[in-house]
């Protein structure tokens, strides 16, 4: 299994560029989330979804958007990328039975220059 | 809303000792599940443990076992005959019924040979 797959790896934006950061699984997990990691600062849930068409905010959402058309995929959306949001973007899932925890993404390192 | 706090940014500990990592919560809820996720230097997250709020037994799993304080909000991480490749930060992280995934700021833990 490919578990939770994330693309692209690195990107670098330019101030008020858009751009959507992708996610999926394959694990027919009906929770995912996404998480910001500053630098010292842990991470940071910016939105989450219980299942297809159910979205969430988290505790940083300013800024972003998503969608969960799919049980697959859920996707974030930046748009007028700002210095702010140089970041490593991670993306999880879990079953969301009971204590069933997060199986992570490999990342998306994004610099906004 | 519900904090994770973990007060120590960095440790190190010598090869085969013990080590306790700290890690408290602030929650009016009673039932919730608490987590210890590992991130070494390759930036994947790998869960170490977790624990049910509802559960008075402390969760064990080899050499990595917690000790839940519920009344005190606590919940602690010990490694013991720590290993060279425990170096990695450590995040606590809570989780509520609502499904929103909260994590610490994270404690760097260093393994000296």
């Known amino acids: 299994n490919a578990g939770v797959t994330q693309t692209p790896k690195f990107r670098i934006l330019k101030i008020g560029q858009s751009m959507t950061l992708q996610c999926t699984q394959d694990m027919n997990h009906n929770y995912m989330y996404w998480y910001r990691q500053d630098p010292g600062m842990g991470l940071k849930l910016i939105y989450y979804?219980?299942?297809?068409?159910?979205?969430d905010k988290g505790e940083v959402p300013n800024g972003y958007n998503v969608s969960r058309s799919t049980t697959e995929d859920f996707p974030l959306r930046l748009e007028l990328a700002a210095p702010s949001q140089t970041s490593v973007y991670f993306c999880a899932s879990r079953t969301g039975l009971g204590n069933s925890p997060l199986h992570f993404g490999n990342g998306t390192r994004l610099t906004v220059t | 809303a519900q904090t994770v706090t973990q007060s120590q940014p960095e440790m190190s500990v010598q090869e085969a000792e013990t080590v306790t990592l700290s890690c408290t919560y602030d929650?009016?809820?009673?039932?919730?599940?608490l987590f210890w996720y590992k991130q070494p230097p390759s930036r994947q997250m790998i869960l170490v443990i977790r624990q049910e709020a509802y559960k008075q037994q402390n969760a064990t799993e080899n050499r990595f076992s917690v000790n839940f304080q519920k009344a005190a909000k606590s919940f602690s991480l010990k490694i013991s005959d720590s290993q060279l490749g425990d170096t990695a930060m450590y995040f606590c992280?809570?989780?509520?019924?609502?499904?929103?995934?909260?994590f610490g700021k994270g404690t760097r833990l260093h393994i000296l040979p």
């Open positions: 929650t009016s809820e009673n039932n919730y599940y």
């Open positions: 992280a809570f989780m509520y019924l609502d499904d929103k995934i909260i």
């Open positions: 979804s219980v299942g297809a068409g159910i979205t």
